[in-house]
């Protein structure tokens, strides 16, 4: 019973992991609080459920699609709408106002184009909805999906980080953004890239969502609150406190809904947040003091 | 002279307001209400984050906890005690949450708001669900809109006085040395937790009145309604658009985008997100500093030098 | 202090010209030329998904259909072509109050059509009453229908209350109950939300009367997306009813979650969703034998005819709940103008008092309220079919137990 719990848990983690990561790249490493992060996820999911229901393509294959698309949606975005603003910035306050500002008209812009072609209904389809069997539980292969993409995203990005000159290069920029040049870091290139990485991760994210869960237009703010919850929780621009974090609101979920209360999910879930929090200022993987 | 002046221009002003329902209709006085609301809830945002930089989400968590209180209340009780309980459980709710200012800072203290605010909206429902078995509340109270606006207003106008008096005492310039540098500050010898604490404290209690005040409006209030989250946002852009570090920054960003929402929203209710989101990226390209410095500059130019001197000097 | 002076100076200009702006200029009383209807509804926002399918696509045929009519017929026989104002209330119950006043003070318009949703009808109540529009309430499901009509007298609530869908269910399941298809036991879960706490605080008791006991009774935050724990609590105690007062997502979560955790109760009744013509074909052969609130009687022709235009028209298909109450609504609405002109007073009397020939065929209020409604219904080779109340003429009979889920 307790083995069925866990692994219903950790199903449900992968998903809220996989939709942080990107986040956590785009404010960790590129500073900018995007709170656009949560339409690209739906703009993803439309593409996946367009595809799938007019063209039969199979969502899997979307995912070869809306990666690429979602990096060079967020590069350019970065280069036309955010690269001004960091650029006239004195202080990462005005940046942190500015980013805020200009993403949340972002947010309305894409949610608008979205409501103008998809109106405001429900959309859901499904795909892989069958039980694989692990340990007892049966789980649904598209969850599954989820939370394999997040592990192997997860790692391979820790790795890619920490491994290779390219990585730390990003970790450089992300540390110090100003003393990075000096060791002959192209830093507005590094954050360029990192940018739209976490756009690419939003759309991977926003394709497998879509397999099993019903999303609306105007849904993305939910994603982007949970997604900055995660990532708060993990310590900001920590892909391996995003996967955690992610992991642990998914059990605490699910141990709640079994042995307490359903009804008491999300406030178990704010509540952990909160404690953990108050336990580590700057989250669980975080520096002391950014 | 010049005291006297401007304490004039102001009660002429608040006056005008007060009489404004008498010459106007349910949707001006709709308006108004609006308004009032949100230019309230902007400067009791700004009293607290203008001056120490710390951006809460929690705006919607008093509001949310002030309308509950009329909801539940208002039929055991006289609506002034209502009122003063709502305040009550608002300034609590704000000593406890006032608490993890101490120990969070910038971004981690943003979400952690919003955490907050969606905790007790879970938290409210749970309690509703479970102790009184219902969920929505309704309200039937014999107050007019008229009533709500008056009210709305003199809370609004004790907010603005309030933030005028702390900005001009000694607490205000505390407040400025934290924002500035929270170590000069404790050097200094301010006791930066109480001060923060009060401030966050003063704040909360007027948002908790501001949902208390417009709840009767709703007549039905369940949390979907009460907490919704896009209160939170709106309030702090507001206040960051018109400079949330100035006594009137809050009233001029709150002001134009609320007539601006109402606006799109009548007109263009097909694309109104499209138009909004395009009209902030471009408000926040042309104007760097925030719409009060861009107008003060404006002012400044057409007034000659003399005047830039001396709002260089205030400032 | 000078540039406090000038601050201080201009927020007074500020206001002066606010005043101004909102003031307005009414205009003169002229020949009328048109009639104007307006309403406000959540075209954005979290309410969005609601009123697209069973709100705004009814308003929008309706219009239409006037306007190919050659106008909105008056007692004299004279048409006159209709002008329609919209709002998007954005899914915040301030918006629409607001908007609702503007509609009624600003625009003048001379009807209008209620919003979406139980709370946000609950929230303009007051104005359509203060205002003297007559309002006709859909999208609300309410016990509390005639305490309102007490209260507001020109208000009329068209889709019952929780207790009447919960007794047209408890119906269902004691008839199966002693035909010994279904051993009585109940496993129920519901949304955080008012319509969710409304309708299982009406089922507890028509449950227990019906003889039915209930194993399993908790409630989920609206938003909650995986029910793993909850389906696999369920499936443990015995219950081989499952009822879940849900919303659309939840509800198309639970369809999928149940088939992967193979839990196949005999009876299995889902919330607000189940009757979206998606949900027929997302679940294929999956949807056949879930039940849910609602369902048409496919043999009557007027609503399959109101459903080939509705998808005509609105390039989807209606909703098997609430949509043609939605429509009929209008209907009645249009009837009642044709009949008394465009006196408000005087078509809110009509609307309580008159008979009108609309898609659900002969209709006539009862205290302001729609009592002859589809309460339950059931997917049965493909459509969504009314089987509740049991006793009314083209109630299908319920098939159960429900087939066991099919592999795709």
């Known amino acids: ?290 | 002279m010049k005291r006297f002046a401007i304490a004039g221009g102001f009660v002429v002003a608040v006056a005008v307001l007060a009489l404004a329902p008498l010459c106007l209709g349910a949707y001006g006085l709709g308006l108004l209400i609006g308004l009032a609301g949100y230019v309230t809830l902007a400067t009791a945002w700004a009293l607290f984050s203008g001056p120490t930089g710390y951006i809460s989400l929690a705006t919607v968590a008093f509001v949310g906890i002030g309308a509950y209180c009329v909801a539940a209340l208002s039929e055991v009780l006289p609506y002034p005690l209502v009122l003063l309980i709502a305040a009550a459980i608002g300034l609590a709710v704000a000593l406890i949450v006032g608490l993890s200012t101490l120990r969070l800072s910038g971004v981690y203290f943003v979400i952690f708001t919003f955490g907050l605010a969606e905790l007790i909206r879970q938290l409210v429902t749970f309690y509703e669900i479970n102790v009184t078995g219902t969920l929505g509340r309704y309200i039937f109270l014999g107050i007019t809109p008229e009533q709500i606006y008056w009210q709305l207003l003199a809370l609004g106008v004790i907010t603005l006085l309030l933030t005028w008096w702390i900005g001009r005492s000694r607490i205000g310039l505390a407040l400025k040395v934290i924002g500035d540098d929270e170590v000069v500050a404790s050097h200094v010898g301010i006791d930066i937790a109480r001060t923060k604490l009060a401030l966050f404290a003063v704040s909360a209690v007027i948002m908790t009145l501001v949902g208390a005040i417009q709840a009767p409006r709703w007549t039905y209030v369940e949390p979907a309604i009460v907490f919704n989250p896009t209160v939170s946002f709106l309030v702090l852009i507001m206040a960051l658009l018109g400079g949330a570090a100035r006594l009137w920054g809050p009233l001029l960003g709150a002001v134009p985008l609320f007539m601006l929402f109402e606006w799109l929203s009548a007109n263009f209710p097909n694309h109104y997100s499209i138009l909004l989101g395009l009209l902030f990226i471009l408000i926040v390209f042309a104007l760097p500093k925030g719409v009060l410095s861009f107008v003060e500059d404006n002012w400044m130019k057409r007034r000659g030098p003399r005047a830039a001197d001396r709002s260089e000097a205030r400032s | 202090m000078t540039t406090w002076h000038k601050r201080a100076r201009s927020a007074l200009g500020l206001s002066a010209i606010l005043l101004f702006s909102v003031g307005g200029v009414s205009a003169i009383a002229q020949e009328r030329t048109s009639v104007k209807i307006g309403y406000a509804v959540s075209k954005t926002g979290p309410n969005a998904g609601g009123a697209g399918i069973t709100t705004i696509p009814n308003y929008v045929l309706w219009a239409k259909e006037v306007k190919d009519a050659g106008g909105l017929e008056l007692p004299d026989g004279k048409r006159l072509p209709v002008e329609i104002i919209e709002y998007d209330d954005r899914s915040s119950a301030e918006e629409v109050v607001r908007a609702t006043e503007r509609l009624a003070t600003q625009d003048k318009v001379d009807f209008i059509f209620a919003p979406w949703g139980t709370g946000f009808n609950l929230a303009v109540a007051p104005l359509f009453d203060r205002f003297g529009y007559p309002q006709l309430a859909v999208s609300a499901v309410t016990d509390k229908a005639p305490e309102f009509v007490k209260r507001w007298k020109k208000s009329f609530w068209l889709l019952g209350g929780g207790h009447d869908y919960t007794e047209a269910l408890a119906g269902v399941l004691k008839q199966a109950k002693a035909a010994g298809t279904i051993n009585g036991k109940i496993a129920m879960i519901s949304v955080a939300d008012g319509f969710g706490i409304d309708l299982v605080t009406a089922a507890r008791p028509s449950f227990k009367k019906a003889g039915l006991e209930v194993t399993y009774d908790v409630t989920y935050p609206a938003g909650t997306t995986d029910f793993t724990p909850m389906i696999n609590e369920a499936a443990k105690g015995g219950a081989d009813t499952f009822v879940a007062f849900s919303y659309p997502p939840e509800t198309f979560a639970i369809t999928q979650q149940a088939q992967v955790a193979k839990f196949n109760p005999k009876v299995m009744y889902l919330g607000v969703g189940t009757g979206f013509p998606i949900y027929g074909k997302n679940n294929g052969a999956n949807a056949e034998g879930i039940m849910s609130l609602g369902g048409i009687d496919p043999k009557n022709e007027a609503n399959t005819a109101y459903r080939k235009r509705h998808e005509e028209v609105t390039g989807k298909a209606p909703d098997l709940w609430g949509s043609v109450i939605t429509y009929a609504s209008l209907q009645m609405l249009q009837e009642a103008i044709k009949r008394k002109g465009l006196d408000r007073e005087a078509v809110s009397k009509e609307l309580s008092t008159g008979t009108f020939k609309a898609v659900l065929g002969e209709t006539k209020l009862e205290n302001n309220q729609l009592r002859t409604l589809w309460f339950g219904g059931q997917w049965q080779n493909g459509q969504f079919v009314a089987i509740a109340p049991v006793d009314r003429p083209g109630a299908a009979k319920p098939i159960l137990p429900k087939p066991v889920w099919q592999a795709k």
């Open chain 1, 1 to 290: 019973m307790i083995v069925t719990t866990l692994i219903a848990g950790l199903v449900l983690g992968g998903t809220y992991a996989l939709v942080a990561m990107g986040l956590t790249l785009q404010y960790g490493i590129s500073r900018i609080m995007n709170l656009a992060y949560g339409e690209t996820i739906i703009a993803a999911s439309f593409l996946a459920y367009v595809l799938s229901s007019s063209l039969g393509i199979n969502p899997l294959v979307s995912l070869l699609v809306a990666a690429p698309l979602g990096f060079a949606f967020s590069y350019m975005i970065y280069a036309i709408m955010l690269r001004p603003l960091v650029a006239r910035s004195k202080t990462a306050m005005s940046l942190e106002i500015d980013s805020i500002l200009a993403t949340f008209g972002l947010l309305f812009v894409i949610q608008g184009v979205m409501l103008v072609f998809f109106g405001g209904n429900y959309i859901s389809y499904s795909y892989m909805n069958f039980g694989v069997d692990i340990l007892g539980a049966s789980v649904a292969a598209n969850r599954l999906l989820a939370l394999v993409l997040a592990l192997a995203i997860g790692g391979g990005l820790y790795l890619l980080l920490t491994r290779t000159l390219w990585g730390t290069a990003l970790r450089a920029v992300a540390v110090a953004p100003s003393s990075a040049p000096l060791v002959g870091i192209d830093a507005n290139r590094a954050v360029r890239l990192a940018f739209a990485l976490g756009g690419a991760l939003a759309a991977c994210g926003g394709v497998v969502i879509s397999m099993y869960q019903t999303f609306t237009a105007t849904s993305g703010v939910v994603f982007t609150m949970k997604a900055l919850i995660v990532v708060i929780m993990g310590g900001v621009g920590n892909l391996l406190g995003a996967l955690s974090a992610g992991l642990i609101l998914g059990l605490v979920e699910t141990f709640v809904a079994t042995y307490v209360s359903p009804g008491l999910t999300l406030a178990a879930v704010y509540l952990i947040f909160l404690g953990i929090l108050l336990w580590r200022p700057s989250g669980l993987f975080g520096k002391a003091r950014r």
